[in-house]
């Protein structure tokens, strides 16, 4: 994106939420759904409208250090919470479920009730614990999901530098799992390590070629 669209993207606020004036309402944002290698992760956060951090932003919009930044500053004065689904589970139950899965164990991290949820996206995850309404691009008008997506997102890029300090040459510290030139020559060099996707296609056709050499 350029520097000129993030002077003319929406400014998220509290319109949505304040449709809700009765109890917790916690927005919920995932990142992860396309990338290779690693977690899917989603982030629940309920804002005190009265202390919440400037700058709040879509994840997408922001550099590393700003995201870093406000992800601590969120944490610090917000009810927050994390869900993950790991690369097995994932390839167990397929990318759908393991995204309502991580929006179902981000909200129950927040350890308090929630009376409504925010979802990012057009479709509405499967048993969620609380009612809930879709945003399309909610993480760019609704305060409270742009701030799910900050710490989803800070949590997951961390997850991805731990995970290349362990396996280095594929550049997850970077590329986050997704699947560019360096990942894709990587994978054809070094293999598929346990936190690649077998249930992805690339990585599956990769697998299978191996396979068959060594049969």
């Known amino acids: 994106m350029k520097k000129s669209d993030f002077n003319s993207a929406p400014v998220p606020d509290l319109s949505f939420e304040s449709n809700f004036r009765e109890g917790y309402v916690c927005g919920v944002d995932e990142v992860g759904r396309g990338p290779w290698a690693g977690p899917i992760v989603a982030g629940a956060v309920i804002l005190d409208p009265a202390n919440i951090p400037g700058g709040i932003r879509d994840s997408k919009q922001l550099t590393k250090a700003k995201r870093e930044a406000l992800a ?14 790991d690369v097995p589970e994932l390839d167990a139950v397929g990318l759908t479920e393991a995204n309502d899965l991580a929006m179902r164990r981000a909200i129950a991290a927040l350890v308090c009730p929630v009376d409504h949820a925010l979802v ?6 499967r048993d969620l614990p609380c009612a809930a309404t879709t945003i ?23 997850t991805m530098a731990a995970l290349a300090r362990e396996y280095p040459g594929y550049g997850w510290e970077t590329n986050a799992g997704y ?10 060099s070094l293999g598929i390590t ?22």
């Open 72 to 85: 601590s500053a969120i944490q610090a004065v917000a009810r927050c919470g994390i869900g993950i689904v």
């Open 120 to 125: 990012d996206g057009k479709r509405l995850p």
């Open 136 to 158: 399309i691009k909610g993480d760019s008008i609704s305060l409270s999901i742009a701030a799910a997506s900050i710490i989803a997102k800070v949590h997951r890029d961390a």
């Open 179 to 188: 699947g560019v030139a360096q990942h894709r020559a990587a994978l054809a």
């Open 194 to 215: 346990p936190h690649h996707r077998r249930s992805f296609a690339p990585v599956a056709k990769i697998l299978h070629e191996v396979n068959t050499i060594e049969s």
